[in-house]
DNA sequence: CTTATTTTGTATCGAGTCGATACTACTTGA
DNA sequence: TCAAGTAGTATCGACTCGATACAAAATAAG
């Protein structure tokens, strides 16, 4: 099957830079979740990996300096995850950036069918496993656009006020 | 990017049946190679690991009795491998193959296109980084169909026949 | 025919993954 | 208030994986 063979292939481009494949991953979800999403459980469930293992490789990322973690305010319990200035930089080398650059030998047509082909396989997938799709902000249903109460948009399930910015990241809680 | 999730995703289903990750692909590996490939050079070059490793994951599976090793006749350095009982019915317990059950939601339509546009990205990525496709056999420029020396086929980079089940299995040298 | 040189494979090390289990600390809800 | 649930860490054992070093056999070059 095509698709295992390239899981392995990103894999064994994951040791890179001094940096293991579960901690560019780590890296990568940490550059694109929203403030909801980066604690070490919002990470552990895009991973589909259990809370020791994580907790592992984040203090790995904190050592290397990659990754801050921060106290919640609201809840003593949780820790709130940040990449430091050397993290961003390390994301700027991403390997990944390299294998995503092979994709254009595909024409605009198929990409969109790729996209469309993975998207829904994945969908049946984390449906039938119970895996959270992550997807964007704004796809959300609980994203209301243009709320009224002072800021541009609006999450209707933590009941907070959302940026620009935010609603074009990944969420935990998003569902379609 | 999606692929990266994909390759996640069936990595996390690869711990099942007290198996690991690399351990399937080995496994699966064998169950698909013909025998001029069934060697721990052919694996390694098949998940672009190292000696080292390769080496390693086979002595886990044939201390659990999946894989038998036989020396070689002509070449004593050489290992020859190859799956136990055992080891052909894990593979019929595959996780994979539920996997691939998912991409029954696709259309024929659909599912030729992802397999089309992931065979060129993959062949892309493979040129840049000197790795081999590992193609079916028979669609070699080295076969030989209906040679006239008694086989069925024949390999004439190796010289030597191939029977009707060769030429469906994956083979270290193929080249397009 | 001897030397290189290459190829095939194993052994070992250190950092890290990963599932499992156990544990602490905090929050929530009856 | 107190039991149940949630967030996270610590530790264990089996394993991965790149790196390095090594041994044995095959091949090439002189």
Chains 1, 2 share one sequence.
Request: aromatic share 4%.
């Amino acid at each position: 099957m095509l698709l295992e063979r390239f899981g392995r292939l990103l894999q064994s481009r994951g040791h890179e830079l001094g940096l293991k494949p579960a901690q560019w991953e780590a890296l990568r979800y940490l550059g694109r979740a929203n403030r909801f999403s980066r604690t070490p459980s919002g990470l552990t469930a895009y991973l589909g990996s259990t809370k020791g293992t994580v907790s592992q490789t984040l203090i790995a990322l904190e050592d290397k300096g990659l990754v801050r973690k921060k106290a919640d305010r609201d809840d003593r319990r949780a820790v709130r995850l940040e990449l430091t200035a050397a993290g961003r930089r390390a994301l700027e080398a991403d390997p990944l950036l390299e294998l995503e650059a092979s994709l254009d030998v595909l024409g605009r047509r198929e990409e969109v069918a790729l996209d469309q082909a993975l998207t829904s396989v994945l969908a049946g997938h984390l449906e039938r496993t119970g895996g959270r799709p992550f997807g964007l902000c704004r796809t959300c249903r609980y994203f209301e656009k243009n709320a009224t109460d002072g800021g541009p948009h609006r999450c209707s399930l933590l009941e907070v006020k959302l940026s620009a910015d935010d609603s074009e990241q990944i969420c935990v809680e998003q569902e379609a």
